[in-house]
Each structure stands twice: as C-alpha cells, then as structure tokens.
C-alpha cells in the first residue's frame, strides 16, 4: 500500500546541532509539507514544496530548510537547533487537491 | 493573526449524543474546508472536507456544515462513540486565490466522548 513515512519517530539532540528529519510517501504526490505542532499553537506550516526542485517558505520557517530532489522525499533540516525547536514535527502529501495527507509524526527535542 | 478560530479547547459529551465541534474564519479568499482528526502519538487522518459552493456535507455519522455569510463551520457527529475521542482540526485553504493546496489550521478541539 502506498503511504508517508518520517523517521526517526523520537530524537533527542542538543542545543546547535544540525539535524535532519526524513519523509518520504509512495504515493507519487507532487506537494509536500512540514508542520510542527505545539501546544497552544495547532498545525503550523513549516516549509512546501510543489514538484521536484521547489521549495516555499511557510509561516515558521525561520531556523529550517528543505531540499527536493526527487519526488518521493522532502527532508527537513533544522540548521543549528534550538530549545524553541522543540515540537513534534509532521510531514504531509497531496495531489493535485487540498486534501492533505499526513505522516505519523517525529517527536524532537532539543536539549 | 489566527485565520482560523477553534474557540473551544475542549469538549466532553456522552456516548450516543450529538458532538457539535465549531469553526470560524477571517479569510474571505477561503474556500475549501476540511475536518481533520488527530489521536495521540499518531498524524492527522482527513474526516470530511467541504467546497464553498456547498453548505452541507454528509459522510456516515459526520456532517459539515458551512455559513459562509457567518464565516463559520461546524462538525457534528452522531452518535457520538468512544473512539471518536480526539483532537478535531479545522481547516482551510484558497484554492481558488492562489494558495496552490497550502492548508491553515486552527488550534484544535479536544472531544471526550463518555461511556
């Protein structure tokens, strides 16, 4: 069955280190997003890419870059992490519709 | 500027009633809304979803329905069962403004559903 992936599900690093976190769907979906949920704040959009080679910043994106270098897979890399950065981070995919569909989710924690 | 208003952090109904889950917006441009479900440890999972065009929609125990006048949804679910104890979100995106698939979520509304 086709589906969305994200990896690792836990990560505990500390303060300044870069880390990556993975998604990957099977579904051959053109859009991807990230989100990072927060208690207090629902479903913030982190970064979006439409295809292959595009990446959008969303309304969070300061301290995160993306890159999408083929269509499966839309890592997230938190450049110098942050105590700020702590979240559990969701990774989503669609069509050509609205409706999004989302990963199990990466609970990070930055110490 | 929250977009989209979930005013009810949380909401505890018995087993077999009405659960009654609201929703307001700002955005005009907003036409396309949807309900998504969220347990613990676990992603979103879509519920029902709703075009501007309409003002109700229908899925099993799930109806949306759309004020667009009162820039306002609702979600209601009947009979409320236990497994629907959940975060409920709300959200939008403007497809036909350009927004090109880009959702905007509210905080969320915890429903307890009670044996």
């Known amino acids: 069955d086709a589906e969305i992936t994200q990896s690792p599900r836990h990560k505990i690093t500390e303060t300044g280190r870069q880390v990556t976190l993975a998604c990957h769907q099977t579904w051959n979906h053109n859009n991807m997003f990230w989100y990072r949920q927060d208690l207090g704040h629902g479903l913030r959009l982190i970064h979006y890419s439409y295809g292959v080679q595009d990446t959008n910043k969303g309304e969070v994106s300061d301290g995160y870059s993306v890159s999408r270098s083929n269509t499966e897979d839309l890592p997230l890399t938190l450049e110098s992490a942050a105590s700020s950065q702590t979240s559990v981070y969701f990774c989503?995919?669609?069509?050509?519709?609205?409706?999004?569909?989302f990963g199990p989710g990466t609970r990070l924690t930055v110490l | 500027d929250q977009q989209v208003k979930q005013n009810s952090p949380s909401l505890s109904v018995q087993e077999g009633r009405i659960s009654i889950l609201n929703c307001d917006y700002t955005n005009s441009m907003f036409d396309y809304f949807l309900w998504y479900k969220k347990y613990p440890a676990e992603g979103p999972t879509f519920l029902i979803s709703?075009?501007?065009?309409?003002d109700k929609n229908e899925d099993g125990r799930f109806t949306v329905f759309l004020n667009k006048s009162a820039k306002h949804l609702s979600l209601h679910i009947v009979p409320s069962q236990p497994g629907d104890s959940a975060v409920y979100f709300c959200a939008a995106s403007a497809s036909s403004g350009g927004s090109n698939y880009k959702l905007t979520f509210g905080k969320g509304t915890l429903l307890t559903v009670n044996p």
């Open positions: 989503a995919s669609s069509y050509s519709t609205d409706t999004q569909y």
């Open positions: 709703i075009s501007s065009i309409k």
